[in-house]
């Protein structure tokens, strides 16, 4: 069999060729005198240990692509002998390179995609360990494009004075000033119940992105949004306010703070998920707990509550008279009122939408807690699966899910009438 050079295959030979000599270039340059040199890195499986002859302080760890590499930058050490012991499993070669006079880099090279779990220093800070998880060449990109994770150095090393850090300034846009509120479409009777629909994120904030057709949440929730909007407008039964009718952002608070100003009896805010698994499809609502009702639930929580922190800094602090209100018991009365709306949701919309079998859960959804409005979030479909967001995109789709949406809102608010008439009655 001949084997014969391509394009891609020279490509691939430069870049292997450069890697290594920029990073041979940097192993002759003059290291720190007083920093933990590496003295081993012993690889024994999916298990993988870097020794040193001193403490070092800390550590980051990233991927590298084409090649498939783990890098791992190391504070207060420099590099040494490149005792590189085991092999046979996902690493094939480790190399060292000194970045900075403080920092060392072991680079690993990878047989299979994997990234780093469970790393942590030992007590004296003089060895480093951490497991190599498989994951799929999906994954691989998706925690490529994370960015670096901080290992944090020992406890017992807290105390050591910090070295000398550079620090540079990044300008990042501030926190809005005054809530605007949108204007109330619908009857002019302001006996009429009023809802905000909110379509999730806007600006600079895209939301998820499908991989293969570039769509993006925060078009997709828009149209999702006015389309419910232009559907319960047409009954004339209710009002309803959008928190964006643009492309704009809004931080957390302002979102369910909007429908607290116009004091909403409902609020519904619109989204759409994405999952590593292309497979996943189908449609959930979520409403407010603590306590998450799965790991699926927490993981949303943990993604859509970060939607106010840009560069690490937190755009939406809460305030202190909000605190107190979340623990009032009139949370508790719109968290009910709250779940039956998911439930009855699911039940009117199911023959327009297609919705995940285990379709309610709980979550602890900053968005969700405005303490005296009843509040879900509905996530229509998931972007990341073909079908979900062909569905979401087109214009049939966006108007199915109005209708359904329409639906549930018209029979909740029909239902709290006939209450309110029989109490008034009896």
């Not at 920093?35 to 800390?58: E, H």
Request: aromatic letters at 6%.
């Amino acid at each position: 069999m001949k084997f014969g050079w391509t394009a891609d295959t020279a490509a691939l030979h430069t870049r292997r060729m450069l890697n290594s000599l920029a990073l041979a270039s940097v192993m002759f340059a003059a290291t720190p005198g007083n920093a933990g040199g590496i003295s081993a890195v012993d690889v024994r499986g999916d298990q993988v240990t870097l020794r040193f002859d001193d403490s070092v302080d800390g550590a980051s760890a990233f991927l590298l692509n084409e090649p498939r590499r783990i890098a791992l930058d190391i504070s207060g050490a420099r590099i040494g002998a490149n005792g590189f012991t085991g092999g046979g499993g996902a690493v094939s070669a480790v190399r060292q390179g000194q970045v900075s006079d403080e920092t060392a880099r072991v680079v690993l090279d990878l047989v299979t995609p994997a990234i780093v779990s469970n790393a942590q220093f030992a007590q004296d800070g003089k060895s480093l360990s951490f497991s190599l998880q498989g994951v799929s060449d999906s994954g691989f990109r998706a925690a490529l494009g994370k960015g670096r994770a901080r290992i944090d150095a020992p406890t017992a090393m807290m105390a050591r004075a910090p070295r000398r850090m550079h620090s540079i300034t990044v300008p990042i846009p501030a926190a809005a000033r005054g809530l605007v509120l949108p204007a109330v479409a619908g009857p002019r009777d302001g006996a009429r119940p009023l809802v905000v629909i909110d379509a999730g994120h806007g600006g600079h904030d895209p939301g998820a992105i499908n991989r293969e057709n570039g769509k993006r949440e925060k078009d997709v929730t828009l149209a999702i949004a006015q389309a419910i909007r232009d559907q319960l407008l047409k009954s004339g039964r209710v009002r309803v306010a959008l928190t964006r009718d643009d492309d704009r952002f809004l931080i957390l608070q302002e979102r369910y703070g909007i429908a607290r100003k116009l004091n909403a009896d409902l609020f519904i805010s619109i989204h759409a998920d994405s999952a590593e698994n292309d497979e996943a499809h189908g449609a959930t609502v979520y409403t407010l707990s603590e306590t998450a009702s799965d790991r699926e639930a927490a993981r949303l929580a943990a993604r859509e509550n970060k939607a106010d922190i840009i560069n690490g800094v937190n755009l939406g602090g809460q305030s202190g008279d909000v605190s107190s209100i979340l623990i009032d018991l009139t949370q508790r009365e719109s968290m009910n009122i709250s779940a039956g709306f998911a439930r009855l949701l699911q039940r009117e919309a199911a023959p327009y939408v297609p919705f995940r079998s285990a379709y309610h859960r709980f979550a602890s959804l900053m968005v969700l807690k405005a303490p005296d409005t009843p509040s879900v979030l509905f996530e229509t479909g998931y972007i990341s699966n073909v079908d979900d967001s062909a569905f979401l995109s087109s214009r049939e789709g966006q108007d199915r899910i109005a209708r359904g949406v329409a639906r549930a809102i018209e029979v909740h608010f029909a239902r709290k009438l006939v209450m309110r008439e029989d109490r008034a009655g009896g």
